[in-house]
């Protein structure tokens, strides 16, 4: 063993760089599945998880191909000062994805949102589908992909619908002048009770006059559900209370329009 290692010593420097530079991707095969391992026992993204074993695998590499050039007795300060260069005019040309990757970052941080919720920015909507490293991936109620930045999720206002486990739905019911609004009131009362997703505790379902427009009285309605049964509590209810109102003799307006015949003569 002594022999090899003074052999290796005494040996051309390009074998004693090539030697270096394999012990290092040996070393940095092993530390990578410790620090894989590390990661998986987080609560980090998976995508950030990958992004930065590849990272830290990339510059351990290239101080690797430095060392061993400098150990080989090649002078690096030329190849120093390429990469810097070089990695200054990547910088400078792809600023904006750069701005996209620092966002997806932040994102798989942040967890603002995480895959499977529905979420909203500016006029685009829909189900996360995947959270990538540059790109966030939705599906659109009526089965569109639409592919957005991270740059922009990550520094625009972005609505998510499905983070609290609960929802408010809110409805405007209008009801004629000539009903009775506490009978109109306990007619709609009388029809959250009747779907069985509308959530009567700890949120009791709220019915109070919000406005008197021109032809009708506009009962302000809110009732609480389960974030995943939203859209099917907001339809029934629209159902329920009309079906309550025929059965209590409430009426529901309609637009009308008075016309007044004057005679000239």
């Given at each position: 063993?002594?022999?090899?290692?003074?052999?290796?010593?005494?040996?051309?420097?390009?074998?004693?760089?090539?030697?270096?530079?394999?012990?290092?991707?040996?070393?940095?095969m092993?530390?990578?599945?410790?620090?894989?391992?590390?990661?998986?026992?987080?609560?980090?993204?998976?995508?950030?998880q990958?992004?930065?074993?590849?990272?830290?695998?990339?510059?351990?590499?290239?101080?690797?191909?430095?060392?061993?050039?400098?150990?080989a007795?090649?002078s690096?300060?030329?190849?120093?000062?390429?990469?810097?260069?070089?990695?200054?005019?990547?910088?400078?040309?792809?600023?904006?994805?750069?701005?996209?990757?620092?966002?997806g970052?932040?994102?798989?941080?942040?967890?603002?949102?995480?895959?499977?919720?529905f979420?909203?920015?500016?006029?685009?909507?829909?189900?996360?589908?995947?959270?990538?490293?540059?790109?966030?991936?939705?599906?659109?109620?009526?089965?569109?992909?639409?592919?957005?930045?991270?740059?922009?999720?990550?520094?625009?206002?972005?609505?998510?619908?499905?983070?609290?486990?609960?929802?408010?739905?809110?409805?405007?019911?209008?009801?004629?002048?000539?009903?009775?609004?506490?009978?109109?009131?306990?007619?709609?009362?009388?029809?959250?009770?009747?779907?069985?997703?509308?959530?009567?505790?700890?949120?009791?379902?709220?019915?109070?006059?919000?406005?008197?427009?021109?032809?009708?009285?506009?009962?302000?309605?809110?009732?609480?559900?389960?974030?995943e049964?939203?859209?099917?509590?907001?339809?029934?209810?629209?159902?329920?209370?009309?079906?309550?109102?025929?059965?209590?003799?409430?009426?529901?307006?309609?637009?009308?329009?008075?016309?007044?015949?004057?005679?000239e003569?």
């Amino acid at each position: 063993m002594e022999k090899i290692f003074d052999y290796v010593k005494s040996g051309p420097p390009i074998l004693i760089a090539v030697i270096v530079f394999v012990i290092g991707l040996i070393a940095l095969m092993i530390v990578s599945k410790i620090i894989k391992k590390a990661l998986s026992k987080t609560k980090l993204d998976v995508s950030l998880q990958s992004f930065f074993v590849k990272t830290f695998n990339i510059v351990v590499i290239v101080l690797l191909l430095i060392c061993s050039l400098s150990t080989a007795g090649i002078s690096t300060t030329g190849l120093i000062a390429g990469f810097s260069a070089a990695g200054a005019a990547v910088a400078l040309a792809l600023k904006d994805s750069l701005g996209n990757l620092a966002g997806g970052i932040v994102l798989l941080i942040t967890h603002p949102f995480v895959t499977g919720d529905f979420i909203e920015m500016g006029d685009k909507s829909g189900v996360v589908e995947q959270i990538d490293i540059l790109q966030t991936t939705l599906i659109t109620p009526d089965n569109k992909t639409v592919v957005i930045p991270n740059g922009l999720l990550s520094s625009d206002e972005v609505v998510n619908y499905t983070k609290q486990k609960t929802r408010r739905v809110d409805l405007t019911i209008p009801i004629s002048y000539d009903n009775d609004v506490e009978e109109a009131k306990k007619s709609v009362l009388k029809a959250t009770t009747r779907e069985s997703k509308v959530l009567h505790s700890p949120n009791a379902p709220f019915v109070r006059v919000g406005e008197y427009s021109d032809s009708c009285v506009n009962l302000t309605v809110r009732v609480w559900c389960n974030t995943e049964d939203y859209w099917d509590v907001y339809f029934s209810m629209i159902e329920k209370v009309r079906d309550a109102f025929n059965e209590d003799n409430i009426t529901i307006p309609y637009q009308r329009i008075d016309i007044h015949m004057v005679d000239e003569k």
